[in-house]
Nanobody, 127 residues
Framework: QVQVVESGGGLVQPGGSLRLSCAAS????????IGWFRQAPGKEREVVSC???????????NYVDSVKGRFTISRDNAENTVYLQMNNLGPEDTAVYYC?????????????????WGQGTQVTVSS
C-alpha cells in the first residue's frame, strides 16, 4: 500500500523545537518530491516547505517566508523518510501538519501537485 505517515507532533512551548517525520511505505520516497503543508483552525491549508526529487538539478528545497531560518527539510533515503526540523516555534505555527508526495522532479508549493497525503500530525505551540 502506497502511503506516507507523519509523526513527531505534539505540544511545545514557544521557542521550543520539534522534528516531524514523514515515513513512506510502498514506494521509494527519494524519487518523489515531498511537501509539508499545514492547516490552522479557520485557515486555508498552506505550504510550509518542499524538497525536490533527489535527481532534480535545481530547486532543491523551498520554504514559506514565515519559517525561513527556523525550519529545515531534509531526506534520509536509507530510512525512506523526510524530516521537518522546526526550531524557535511560536503560537503562529500551531496547526495540523501534513506530508504529501508526488512522482515529480521539482519542489512545488501547490497542493494540487501532490497526490499521496498523510493523515496529519498536530503541532501546538503554547505556554
Amino acid at each position: 500500500q502506497v502511503q506516507v505517515v507523519e509523526s513527531g507532533g505534539g505540544l511545545v512551548q514557544p521557542g521550543g523545537s520539534l522534528r516531524l517525520s514523514c515515513a513512506a511505505s510502498g514506494f521509494a520516497l527519494d524519487f518523489y518530491r515531498i511537501g509539508w503543508f499545514r492547516q490552522a483552525p479557520g485557515k486555508e491549508r498552506e505550504v510550509v516547505s518542499c524538497i525536490s526529487n533527489k535527481d532534480a538539478e535545481t530547486n532543491g528545497t523551498n520554504y514559506v517566508d514565515s519559517v525561513k531560518g527556523r525550519f529545515t527539510i531534509s531526506r534520509d533515503n536509507a530510512e525512506n523518510t523526510v524530516y521537518l526540523q522546526m526550531n524557535n516555534l511560536g503560537p503562529e505555527d500551531t496547526a495540523v501538519y501534513y506530508c504529501a508526495a508526488n512522482w515529480g522532479y521539482y519542489c512545488s508549493a501547490y497542493d494540487y501537485n501532490y497526490d499521496i497525503w498523510g493523515q496529519g500530525t498536530q503541532v501546538t505551540v503554547s505556554s
